[in-house]
Nanobody
Framework: QVQLVESGGGLVQAGGSLRLSCAASGSILSINDMGWHREAPGKQRELVAVILSGGSTNYADSVKGRFTISRDNAKNTVYLQMNSLKPEDTAVYYC???????????????WGQGTQVTVSS
């Protein structure tokens, strides 16, 4: 069984930094795209950043220049370095990955449980 486990959320003052991690575990054959989404109270979940298996990245306009997504394929882990945090970055952050598990004939999309990031002004 495949699962994603996030860590690294917390409370930080505006202008501060946090680093989120998300490790995939289980019977994994291959991982394609890995990404981070966030959901603020009263708002729809939105894509923050994505990193493809080859290393290409895409970011939401609101985080460009402040957030950096990276991955360690040997550890099946994706990271989100968040700098110059703003109160509007406050949300629950979810990681997502497209994973081919042992015994599966196709890639499936998996989600982590979410980690709270709170930025105080």
């Amino acid at each position: 069984q495949v699962q994603l486990v996030e860590s690294g959320g917390g409370l930080v003052q505006a202008g501060g930094s946090l680093r989120l991690s998300c490790a995939a575990s289980g019977s994994i054959l291959s991982i394609n795209d890995m990404g981070w989404h966030r959901e603020a109270p009263g708002k729809q979940r939105e894509l923050v950043a994505v990193i493809l298996s080859g290393g290409s990245t895409n970011y939401a306009d609101s985080v460009k220049g402040r957030f950096t997504i990276s991955r360690d394929n040997a550890k099946n882990t994706v990271y989100l370095q968040m700098n110059s945090l703003k109160p509007e970055d406050t949300a629950v952050y979810y990681c997502n990955a497209d994973i081919l598990g042992h015994g599966m004939g196709h890639f499936n999309s998996y989600w982590g449980q979410g980690t709270q990031v709170t930025v105080s002004s």
